[in-house]
């Protein structure tokens, strides 16, 4: 029987498959990186090799370049704030967001952690949820740790409240605040009592940032409800210095100003003796009689008022 053309031929190749015409070339499956097959009297290729291969297409994948700096370990934690702040309902897949549940268990991780001696947070948000942006500003003003928070592009709406919650805030030169009343998004009944509502919460927003800022309560309201100031809103857009000049933001600087002030604040605090972690409570027991160098029989006061 005659053998077809070429049959004689050593048409393949290791590594390569030549079933069909889609199959031709290397066969890369599952993102994993190819390589060749070893060959008779060649070595095995080198696991760290392929190992550090996948790293790089994995870095590639992730941000763009083969390699990663390595992290060193830091005293300081970093907190980023960015897109919009989630709430309770799931934001588009395309949004980027920043969800509460994934900060509020950094926050506490950090407050527990003895290596952790201070936070950065940096803010490039549009705002968000309110409650759940609150939820965060507390968290962050609720640490015993020095914060510094840095406004890098914006820190728009809910984000001012996170800003203003850290121990000390820096803004870049050309970052800007926007500061508005909230709003509500889907049904609203048309009664008074949603209007009462609308100013409570708004009332929760004014309070907060007064507290924790140099703002005064009447130009921070001035500044929420100006008009002519915004194509179709009512508010104000504060830019770099305009921050800090109405007292909302401590000052203007970038990511080495922020540093640096967390570093001196760290080691004030140091310098102060006190602890990373305040003393625990102390526990008394349920029952008095039954701790130890407590009296078994005495004027103890009974369920009455009375003595035992």
């Known amino acids: 029987m005659d053998k077809p053309l070429g049959a004689d031929k050593d048409m393949g190749q290791p590594g390569m498959d030549i079933s069909g015409y889609g199959g031709l070339g290397p066969q890369v499956g599952n993102g994993e990186p190819w390589m060749p097959e070893a060959e008779p009297g060649h070595g095995v290729p080198d696991k760290a090799a392929v190992e550090g291969q996948k790293a790089a297409l994995e870095n590639i994948k992730q941000v763009g370049q083969t390699a990663v ?18 709430g309770h309902i799931l934001l588009p897949p395309r949004n980027k967001t920043t969800k509460y549940e994934h900060i509020i268990p950094q926050l506490v991780a950090v407050e527990q952690s003895p290596e952790i001696q201070g936070v950065l ?49 820096f803004i870049a030169e050309s970052a800007t605040i926007t500061v508005h009343p909230i709003r509500l998004t889907g049904l609203v009944v048309g009664v008074p009592q949603t209007y009462e509502y609308l100013d409570k919460m708004q009332d929760r927003v004014v309070r907060f940032i007064v ?45 080495a100003q922020a540093l640096a002030k967390l570093e ?9 003796g006190r602890p990373d972690h305040p003393p625990p409570p102390t526990v008394w027991p349920l029952i008095p009689q039954q701790a130890e160098g407590f009296p078994r029989h005495g004027n103890l006061p009974g369920p009455g008022g009375g003595a035992q």
Do not use: W
């Open 69 to 86: 700096p390595a992290p060193e370990i830091s005293r300081i934690h970093c907190v980023s704030i960015v897109g919009q702040v989630e």
């Open 211 to 255: 507290e924790n800022s140099s703002i005064a309560e009447e130009q921070l309201r001035e500044l929420m409800f100006r008009t002519g100031d915004l194509m179709r809103d009512i508010g104000t857009v504060l830019i770099g210095r305009e921050a800090v000049r109405v007292g909302l933001i401590n000052e203007v600087g970038g990511v």
């Open 121 to 169: 947070l940096i803010l490039n948000t549009v705002g968000g949820d309110i409650e759940a942006g609150l939820a965060i500003a507390e968290m962050i003003k609720g640490l015993s740790k020095p914060s510094v928070s840095l406004v890098l592009g914006g820190g728009h709406s809910i984000g001012a409240p996170i800003a203003v919650a850290a121990d000390y805030s």
């Open 264 to 272: 001196e604040m760290i080691d004030a605090r140091a310098a102060e």
